[in-house]
């Protein structure tokens, strides 16, 4: 298990008012598990520990062992939800260069650079969406079946194409039955930014090489102490301190921030998760990123002295599975003598402590999680945790974290100027507005 460590917010706390944080926490908790709270209909990832079974684990194991068999490379094709988790596990790993993510954009140019990749390759494709019409992945879908048609015949979709979609309805549903490919459900009580524990999130992974038993088995382990409704229960914790600095000290912005650029789309993740689930009613915190060092070195002068509505949550590494060994050098030009046969996270621990204190002294409340190793079980831990303290915050801020009015606006005016016939009225209005300010 990770390790929370909030000595860095002392300075700005007051008892009183983080008691009653705390408090409210708790009682968020217990909604939460009582089921009986806004947007309750989507709470299934609660369950995650019953809800991955061993005969699910197996036929998703097999079908990605068929898929990696008869391909060089595996498209996954989503957007949000349907494709962050499983890139933040892959990217964290080994980055495996088998899987190819597309369908989360509309960019011809990006498209252009993984199509160029696909040739004379032999591929096959994993669609993720619910509905079947989302626009980014739907438009992505078409162009890669076609290549795949085009390439083995169709009678190889049902070999090549794999559907993540809705039980019972959705275009994608209509497309199994008639090509007979391969189909796992997106539960209907588990939104997308939540879903990563499920096919969404576990058939991508297993097809870049990892073993998704083991995040069956830490689930098992750790959710039930995420349930606990107790001050010991870190997304409790972690729920209290954030609101507590957005409530009580103005802290609107929470950046995330690692020291391994491997965690990159995990931070990606978590953007979505918080900024989707608390950003709504004119309230929440808004979730920002950042690599250190690498951005101390653009950024930092901000994060030091700018603006100070900022709080930093750090995930750090103790442990290393190799380091590497800062070597001595006869000419010394750059003065770095000094730190010769010093290993390179001894550095790196420098950077941690000197920027964290500098930060801290600069009126920046700072959550550290402290992680031993980077590995699978691991990045199953902390993605849990985030959910139900995403589930915490959200009823604390008194709104439903489980819905997205905001996205669905622009979806529905995509639509009418796409030419749905139900969207006339605002097709003809969106147009006037365009022809106004373009």
Not at 121 to 135: E, N
Not at 350 to 379: C, M, Q, R, W
């Amino acid at each position: 298990m990770f390790k929370l460590n909030f000595n860095f917010h002392k300075k700005f706390l007051n008892n009183e008012s983080l008691t009653n944080s705390l408090e409210k926490a708790k009682e968020s908790l217990a909604k939460l598990l009582e089921k009986n709270g806004p947007g309750n209909d989507f709470l299934g990832w609660l369950d995650y520990d019953r809800y991955i079974d061993q005969f699910q684990i197996e036929d998703i194991k097999i079908t990605a062992e068929k898929l990696i068999k008869i391909s060089d490379y595996i498209i996954v094709s989503g957007i949000g939800g349907s494709y962050l988790g499983a890139k933040a596990v892959i990217e964290m790993l080994n980055g495996n260069g088998k899987i190819i993510f597309t369908g989360f954009d509309l960019s011809p140019y990006d498209l252009e650079r993984t199509l160029n990749k696909l040739d004379n390759k032999d591929i096959s494709l994993i669609v993720i969406s619910k509905s079947g019409t989302t626009t980014e992945t739907s438009i992505s879908f078409r162009i890669i079946k076609d290549i795949i048609i085009k390439k083995y015949g169709e009678s190889s979709i049902k070999d090549r194409i794999v559907c993540i979609t809705d039980k019972n309805k959705g275009a994608l549903v209509k497309f199994v039955d008639k090509y007979g490919c391969k189909k796992y459900i997106i539960p209907d009580d588990i939104g997308g930014r939540f879903s990563v524990f499920t096919p969404v999130g576990l058939l991508p992974i297993a097809c870049a090489g990892h073993d998704i038993e083991i995040i069956r088995k830490t689930l098992k382990n750790v959710i039930p102490s995420l349930k606990k409704i107790d001050k010991e229960n870190p997304s409790i914790l972690y729920a209290t301190y954030r609101n507590f600095q957005y409530k009580y000290n103005n802290k609107k912005v929470e950046y995330l921030i690692a020291y391994d650029d491997c965690f990159r789309y995990f931070i990606e993740w978590w953007k979505q998760l918080f900024g989707e689930s608390e950003g709504k009613d004119g309230v929440g915190i808004m979730p920002s990123s950042a690599i250190f060092t690498t951005d101390l070195h653009s950024i930092g002068q901000y994060l030091q002295q700018g603006e100070r509505l900022l709080q930093e949550t750090i995930i750090k590494v103790s442990n290393y599975q190799k380091d590497f060994l800062i070597p001595y050098d006869k000419d010394d030009f750059d003065n770095f003598n000094t730190i010769s046969n010093k290993s390179l996270s001894w550095i790196q621990n420098i950077a941690f402590y000197s920027t964290t204190i500098a930060h801290y002294d600069g009126n920046v409340p700072i959550t550290i999680i402290e992680i031993d190793k980077i590995s699978l079980e691991l990045i199953t831990e902390l993605m849990i945790f985030f959910m139900f303290s995403c589930g915490i915050s959200g009823y604390m801020l008194n709104i439903n974290p489980f819905d997205q009015p905001g996205v669905e606006d622009y979806k529905r005016n995509m639509k009418a100027l796409m030419g749905n016939k139900d969207l006339i009225n605002l097709k003809e209005m969106l147009e006037n507005t365009i022809n106004e300010f373009f």
